[in-house]
């Protein structure tokens, strides 16, 4: 079938650590994108990604790193600098960015709580 | 200024009643979608639907229906008949020709008790 996983589903940091959510898609998808949720909001784009090798700042990128070396994956590290990075992460891709017609797929999420 | 505003918070109605989820929204874009999503509690969004700036057709799917009006700029979705199962939160989200990106409301938690 075809998706999109994010691991773990659960993950815990310690104040200072940088961590890393994997976020792979089969949908052959040229876009990809990471949300940030926090309790009782909206999403807010954190990075997103055209194309391999590219990706763009969204929103709040502040705190955060991506990559795109291949087309099925888009991983992204919560660094230390992030001052409050306790949240559900949601990774999404799209056909394309390039068009406001395409929706969007979402991966499962990872709620990551920082102790 | 691009926004999306869900102004309910959240509803909590019982089961078999209808239930209107409203939306309202801000662009200077000429051409624009407009999509609905559902969270359900474990967390994945599902897309719902999406709905081009020139259509201005109300769509139904089975007990959801959507009512888009353009004068008003508000995209409202209604659940008829509700079940418990539809018990979620709901996203209105805006995808102007201009960004790409989608601008997303802040959702509407709704509760169907059984």
């Known amino acids: 079938d075809g998706g999109i996983t994010q691991s773990p589903k659960y993950l815990f940091r310690k104040e200072g650590q940088n961590v890393t959510l994997s976020c792979e898609q089969n949908l052959n998808h040229d876009a990809m994108y990471w949300y940030r949720q926090d309790p009782g909001q909206g999403l807010r784009l954190i990075y997103y990604s055209q194309i391999v090798n590219d990706f763009q700042k969204g929103d709040i990128a502040e705190g955060y790193s991506v990559s795109r070396e291949k087309k099925e994956s888009f991983p992204l590290t919560v660094t230390s600098a992030q001052k409050n990075p306790t949240a559900f992460y949601l990774c999404?891709?799209?056909?394309?960015?390039?068009?406001?017609?395409?929706?969007?797929?979402f991966g499962p999420g990872t709620r990551l709580t920082v102790l | 200024a691009q926004k999306v505003t869900q102004a309910q918070t959240e509803i909590s109605v019982v089961e078999k009643e209808d239930v209107t989820l409203d939306c309202v929204y801000e662009t200077r874009d000429t051409t624009y979608y407009l999509f609905w999503y559902k969270q359900p509690p474990s967390g994945e969004l599902v897309f719902l639907i999406r709905r081009n700036s020139f259509d201005e057709q109300n769509e139904i799917s089975g007990r959801y229906s959507w009512n888009f009006q353009k004068s008003t700029s508000s995209f409202n979705f209604t659940i008829t008949a509700s079940q418990v199962v539809d018990s979620a939160v709901y996203f209105c989200?805006?995808?102007?020709?201009?960004?790409?990106?989608?601008?997303w409301g802040a959702g509407t938690k709704l509760i169907i008790k059984p």
């Open positions: 989200a805006l995808s102007p020709d201009s960004n790409y990106q989608l601008i």
């Open positions: 999404a891709s799209s056909y394309s960015s390039g068009s406001s017609y395409n929706e969007q797929f």
